[in-house]
Every structure is written in C-alpha cells, then in structure tokens.
C-alpha cells in the first residue's frame, strides 16, 4: 500500500482508466454535496493564499502490467468513486462553459482529465462509473441528448452546467484554477498484496 498527498487533477492527467466496480453503490451525491464542493473551488480560486484544498482520499487497486493489449491500464476505485465523478461532472461542464470563448481550454480539459484520446469503446473514458450508471455518464460526456434529468448524474452536471452559464471568461480561468488546487490522499493498492 502506498499513500501520497495529490493534487486531484494530477491523478485524472494520465493514462488510465478508474473503473468503478459493480458492487459499489450508484451515484448518489446530493445538491448539496454539489453545493458545498462548488463553495470550496471558489473559496480556492477567489483567494490566491490558498494552496491547496483537501477534498478526501481517492483508494484504488494499481494493475502491475501494462501490455499491448491493456494500453489504458484499469485502476479499480476503492474509496472515492463519488468524489472522482462529481469532479468529472464539474469538468465536463466547464468544458462546455469554455467551447465559445476558448476552444483550447476546453479541449485541453477533455482530453486531460475526461478522455483517453485514441482509445475506442469504453476505454475511451478515463472513469468507468459501475453499469447503472455508466450509459448516462458516457451520454453525458459525449454530450448527447438525454431523455430524462431525473438521475443523479443528470441533476448534478445540470447544476454545474447552469452556474457556469452566467460567468465570464477570466473568471471561468480562475475556477479552472481553484479546480487545480483540489487535493486528495491517493492511496494504490497492489494487486495481490493488498
């Protein structure tokens, strides 16, 4: 077992896929997790003496090999799964909030933190949520047309999504920012051992 301090975008920036198993729970975070997620990146993106904000540990099983065949090596998420998609929710729509005003920016953040570019079918997704949830989120990544906002998914990427609607360009920059000082404990199991 190793525990290391991370910045959470820095776990996301690689090329991996979180696969988040059957037996965990589907999504469940309420608005109000939302909410209080959303207050904390502004509280960091607004205050420039804040270095860092801890959000909680992310626990997954690491893979030992990385073979022609598993070029995106899967990570089985532990602990953090509920965090690692409402973050994911959160970047999605602020790639979104940035496609009119700054296309690169918002490339960049998908193709960092959403995406495994090159890859086809479910590898393509660096987060693999568990199968009740999985076509809504891989829908909503593809921004595809939903049929229903009754889920948790939908609900909370909605909620992201309108509060980024009225914001401007330099600041939509500083919540990128405050998104970047996001901290966790990533803590890797090894197959096996663990």
């Given amino acids: 077992m ?5 910045r959470l ?5 690689v090329r991996k896929q979180f696969v988040i198993p059957i037996y965990q729970r589907k999504y469940s975070w309420k608005k109000t997790h939302c909410e209080k997620l959303w207050d904390d990146i502004l509280k960091a993106a607004i205050n420039p003496n804040v ?3 801890f959000i909680g540990s992310i626990v997954y099983i690491q893979e030992d090999v990385d073979t022609p065949d598993t070029l995106v090596p899967e990570q089985l998420v532990i ?18 909030a940035f496609e009119d005003s700054d296309k ?8 960092y933190y959403l995406f495994n570019m090159l890859q086809e079918g479910d590898k393509r997704y660096r ?16 921004e595809k047309e939903m049929s229903s906002s009754s889920s948790k998914l939908i609900e909370n990427y909605l909620f992201f999504e309108k ?13 990128y920012q405050g998104i970047g000082k996001l901290k966790i404990v990533e803590v890797t199991l090894k197959h096996g051992d663990d």
């Fill in 2 to 6: 190793k525990a290391t301090d991370a």
């Fill in 9 to 13: 975008l820095d776990l996301l920036n």
């Fill in 51 to 53: 270095r860092g904000h």
């Fill in 79 to 96: 602990d953090g799964q509920q965090r690692l998609i409402t973050v994911s929710l959160l970047l999605a729509a602020l790639a979104k």
């Fill in 104 to 111: 690169k920016t918002s490339q960049q953040i998908r193709e």
């Fill in 127 to 142: 987060l693999k949520p568990t199968d009740g949830d999985r076509d809504e989120y891989f829908s909503l990544l593809d």
């Fill in 163 to 175: 509060r980024f609607r009225t914001i401007e360009l330099d600041f939509l920059k500083k919540i």
